[in-house]
């Protein structure tokens, strides 16, 4: 059986390793686009924002139609293969999600938009990983509680207007019932934690699955040691890398625990990286807005005394040595790699475009010459943009009403 805890350590080092010996310079071989190539993507993107747009100011929205144009603009025009097209869109993927919300809405009736939507950002994880190790695509009791614990526990830690001394209190008491303790509740969202923490217990009896129930007070020690970043407290960049990769690694093998049961040494090793570095990345995204509540990341921390330019492109060095993990691990899967490097195409613009204020405007010149868009292009369609989100919402509108009105005829049938 596997010592998490030297397999951590050993994981971490050769992390943070990574991550110091990378280098800080814009990388060399990304490809640079003329005016008219820009100009051809910008007429491509137009065409499928308008089409967006349209469906986004309609009642009804065509569910049928909006996937397949999407997809057809993914494989005509972003030229993503089927292998990883499936993986996006697969009937199974949309099923499962909308499995997943009713199931969430049958679990607690309250739930807003934003609570569904930051318990799926990881049930679409787990999704993700059921498919790369072979099995069904599919929300399960663990996942579904798993995933729901986000909104709970990770809002309540970090959280400005609870107190430091509330937030141990809690995590001293989450941790007993983690560890099978029955454990009293001191308000209602914290009893609807403790029942989730059941729902895994019914799929993973302890005495059999040891190691699933250990992941979970892994990762609750992970969250339990960032409250350390809303301190102001004077922290290293290494420190408070290391907390962001624990935290990050921790939860994405928890997840890999609730799928499997089991891990072997290979798959602990990728899933550490992969979680580490998807926790980089949204440290890296949110480090202005964790600025502002009070969260000090390594990212975040910096932005009082300099842009991130060389930590942009660090993380971008990063990512490439995260994919070799995955090359080593998973040689075949070829769909998921090109996912992930897609991703690193992604980082800059996205970066840049999304949080000007954090880089140089030498830097942002920089990314610009690399991008298949004007910048001035994406400012100036931000709104059409933001349809997408807004298409999110009407569909999960849609779908709530759905699941409130099944489960109120069910109901009146009993």
């Given at each position: 059986m596997i010592d998490h805890t030297k397999a951590y350590n050993?994981?971490?080092?050769?992390?943070?390793?990574?991550?110091?010996?990378?280098?800080?310079?814009?990388?060399?071989?990304?490809?640079?686009?003329?005016?008219?190539?820009?100009?051809?993507?910008?007429?491509?993107?137009?065409?499928?924002?308008?089409?967006?747009?349209?469906?986004?100011?309609?009642?009804?929205?065509?569910?049928?139609?909006?996937?397949?144009?999407?997809?057809?603009?993914?494989?005509?025009?972003?030229?993503?293969?089927?292998?990883?097209?499936?993986?996006?869109?697969?009937?199974?993927?949309?099923?499962?999600?909308?499995?997943?919300?009713?199931?969430?809405?049958?679990?607690?009736?309250k739930l807003g938009n934003e609570e569904l939507f930051q318990a799926l950002r990881n049930q679409w994880i787990v999704f993700g990983l059921q498919?790369?190790?072979?099995?069904?695509?599919?929300?399960?009791?663990?996942?579904?509680?798993?995933?729901?614990?986000?909104?709970?526990?990770?809002?309540?830690?970090?959280?400005?207007?609870?107190?430091?001394?509330?937030?141990?209190?809690?995590?001293?008491?989450?941790?007993?019932?983690?560890?099978?303790?029955?454990?009293?509740?001191?308000?209602?969202?914290?009893?609807?934690?403790?029942?989730?923490?059941?729902?895994?217990?019914?799929?993973?009896?302890?005495?059999?699955?040891?190691?699933v129930h250990e992941s979970l007070l892994d990762i609750h020690h992970a969250q339990t040691r960032s409250i350390a970043l809303t301190k102001k407290t004077l922290m290293s960049d290494i420190e408070c890398f290391e907390i962001a990769v624990t935290k990050g690694a921790t939860s994405v093998i928890a997840d890999g625990y609730l799928i499997a049961g089991e891990l072997s040494y290979d798959q602990l090793h990728f899933l550490y990286e992969y979680g580490a570095y998807l926790q980089i990345l949204d440290d890296l995204q949110d480090a202005r807005d964790d600025l502002y509540e009070g969260v000090f990341t390594c990212f975040s921390k910096n932005l009082h005394s300099q842009y991130l330019d060389r930590m942009l492109c660090k993380t971008y060095h990063l990512g490439k040595e995260?994919?070799?993990?995955?090359?080593?691990?998973?040689?075949?899967?070829?769909?998921?790699?090109?996912?992930?490097?897609?991703?690193?195409?992604?980082?800059f613009g996205s970066s840049v475009v999304t949080n000007p204020k954090d880089f140089s405007p030498e830097f942002i010149q920089q990314c610009e010459r690399h991008s298949p868009f004007r910048f001035s292009f994406v400012d100036k369609h931000k709104a059409e943009l933001s349809n997408f989100s807004l298409l999110f919402e009407k569909k999960l509108e849609e779908f709530k009403k759905e699941v409130f009105c099944s489960l109120k005829l069910n109901s009146n049938m009993d």
């Open positions: 050993k994981f971490l080092n050769q992390f943070l390793n990574k991550w110091l010996n990378c280098s800080e310079e814009f990388p060399a071989n990304k490809p640079k686009f003329s005016f008219i190539e820009k100009y051809i993507w910008e007429l491509k993107c137009e065409r499928f924002l308008s089409f967006v747009k349209s469906n986004s100011e309609k009642d009804n929205l065509e569910s049928e139609l909006l996937f397949k144009k999407c997809k057809s603009f993914f494989k005509e025009e972003l030229s993503y293969s089927n292998d990883q097209l499936q993986l996006i869109f697969s009937d199974d993927m949309i099923h499962a999600t909308k499995d997943f919300i009713q199931k969430a809405l049958q679990f607690d009736s498919s790369l190790f072979g099995y069904p695509v599919q929300t399960t009791s663990s996942t579904l509680a798993y995933s729901l614990l986000y909104p709970y526990t990770d809002n309540f830690i970090d959280s400005r207007r609870i107190s430091h001394h509330d937030k141990i209190e809690f995590s001293e008491r989450f941790e007993l019932r983690l560890k099978g303790e029955e454990v009293i509740a001191k308000s209602e969202a914290e009893e609807k934690i403790y029942q989730l923490v059941g729902m895994i217990e019914d799929d993973y009896d302890r005495n059999n699955y040891p190691k995260v994919l070799a993990t995955v090359k080593k691990v998973y040689p075949n899967e070829i769909a998921f790699q090109g996912l992930i490097k897609r991703s690193f195409g992604l980082l």
